[in-house]
């Protein structure tokens, strides 16, 4: 198994995460690294990269984009907010 770090913008932070892939990574990957690393949820995250939506296309490859390593992607969502059980 083969890693790709990239850096996520969110909320004032850049933050590193690991994509871990067989073949070529897919925006599909990307989002579920950052809904585990991050805590934002799938289907809240809005993910730019150098003005491209990259939410709207999840079966993508991250190299369709010309995402590689150490890339910088902006992330807009709100984190996932567990409820305490009293």
Not at 10 to 24: H, K, L, Q, V
Not at 34 to 42: D, F, I, M, T
Not at 59 to 81: E, H, M, T
Request: charged fraction near 20%.
């Amino acid at each position: 198994m083969q890693y790709m770090k990239l850096q996520i913008e969110f909320g004032g932070d850049i933050n590193e995460i690991m994509i871990p892939y067989a073949g070529d990574p897919l925006v599909a990957d990307l989002m579920v690294a950052v809904e585990q690393q991050l805590s934002v949820p799938a289907d809240t995250q809005r993910l730019v990269f150098k003005g491209q939506n990259l939410h709207e296309f999840r079966d993508q490859p991250l190299k369709f984009f010309g995402i590689c390593n150490s890339n910088k992607i902006r992330l807009v969502g709100r984190k996932a907010f567990i409820k305490s059980q009293n």
